[in-house]
């Protein structure tokens, strides 16, 4: 596919050039000198950035063009300064080093948590693992301990900018904050971090860390249609993937419909064409409400269904679902076998026995492309389900019970500290959901660790200010903070949080967490929330 160059990129090429050149002379030191030269990459990504935004008001041209000029200048500048550090890439732009250290670490990427056991809702055979996340931020290097920020005195400049900001009226009752310094793991910033309060969808990072830690980032999930030896019973087996679409136009997502028509043509080659259908919801401990109830935001919480139980065309957000939405997903496949020539009974529950032969199976996303869209679009249906699935790669029971031991046991075996944290569900749509500030910190350090390429899409996952996910609308056109925050949001009545990265001044890579609780005015939180992050790009911090 040919791509056009755009006549704004033309003029602004000279910049980019500038931005590089200065920076070349630093790619033959060693990974001391470039940290050492960081303030120097920095200056020239900061002084162009705001010429090429001058340059597109002035032409009138889109905020996207803004945004993807901006990266790209700062992107020659910073892959300049970080290649000597981070080694040598591969024809992918993967870092080779970081490849095979997240192949050869001891993870069950790929695999079905052990095998194809009857009830796993993964079949033997199923696609080969996906490639590792792509390796991101791992030049910065210099995270010190096991990825958690080190206690330190917060920056004065850093206390007087943001201080005024998170006492305001608009944060409630209670409030908590902390800023780490993602290259060195040092704590710059801290207000009452270690104080446990409701974290509502910021929960989600807890859990994709968890996740992505026990199942790794090649992890698929499987459903399969399964053909008793001896009944002829056919049997949908539910894998636990919410993003199981019934839908044409499936994309990169696991289909009904391919499934239907691989089904329709095994049982043909066995001269079948009438089954008995029944489906298996067993891979969970049982279907469940979320204590919240019924809910536009939450499905019932079942290891068998269909766009996440939609009953519109929605892709993301709230939305009204199926009432059973394994059954409905069981009627839907008998309605597709049926338009490829094989007819089913009305369709009831079962469990497929070790002995049943798996005729066809489909496979989810890795569970890094899973975990990305989690956090992008707070996904409540595909946190519950990548926190089930960490309870069963830990042992515990495929129930919130078993999510809540099964979080705190990974997080714990990470060196994570979670004095005060409560995990009541993987969403946060639970308000007994308790995590500290400097938690939600030490996660993203943890993410950001070279050490744990297998987290990156933690980082890589969260919303962008101005341009994706949950963060689209909270920052305008023209803010500072447009690509240069990257936050997972969360919202409740009376609770209003923000964790996330964001690009300081001299162009350092910061972590920040705020939690607000007894928040009277979600609009008003959410913009003191906001003003706090962005004062963090305008900030000298180190």
Known sequence: MFVPELKPWRAARPHVVRAADAVRPHLARATGAVRAAWPRIARPVRNTVPRLVRFTRATGTTKTWQYTAGAATAGLALAAGVVTAAGPWDSTGQRTAERERAVAGSRTGGVDHGGAAAGSGTAAGSPRPAPSAAAVLTGLGGLTGRGTAQAAPGTPALADSLGPLLTGPALGTEYTAAVVDLTNGRRLYERNSGDALTPASTTKIATAVAALSALGPDHRLTTRAALEPDTGELVLVGGGDPTLTARERAGDLASLRTLAADTAAALKKRGTRSVTLSYDTTLYADAEMHPI???????????????EARTDDS????????ADP???????????????????????????????????????????????????ESDNDLAEALARHTALATGKSADFRGVSAALT?????????????VFRDGSGLDRRDRVTAGLLTDLLAKAADP?????????????????TGTLTGRYGAGDDASGLVRAKTGTLTGV????????????????FAFLASGTTDAQA?????????????????A
């Open 496 to 511: 209003n949080t923000l964790a996330g990265t964001v690009v300081d001044a001299d162009g350092r890579l910061l972590a």
């Open 293 to 307: 109830g019924v809910n536009d935001n939450i499905a019932l919480v079942t290891a068998l269904m269909t766009d």
């Open 525 to 541: 939180a959410q913009s003191a929330l906001d003003r706090a992050a962005t004062s963090l790009t305008a900030c000298s911090c």
């Open 315 to 322: 892709h993301s957000g709230p939305a009204p679902r199926a």
């Open 326 to 376: 394994a059954a409905e997903a069981a009627r839907r496949f008998a309605g597709l076998l049926g338009g490829h020539g094989i007819t089913t009974t009305a369709p009831g529950p079962s469990k497929a026995t070790g002995r049943a032969t798996t005729l066809a199976t489909v496979s989810s996303p890795p569970v890094s492309a899973l975990v990305e869209r989690m956090l992008t």
């Open 409 to 421: 046991a990974r997080l714990k075996q990470l060196g994570l500290p979670l004095g005060g944290t």
């Open 451 to 467: 050490a744990r390429p297998e987290l990156r899409p933690v980082l890589t996952g969260l919303p962008v200010a101005g341009f």
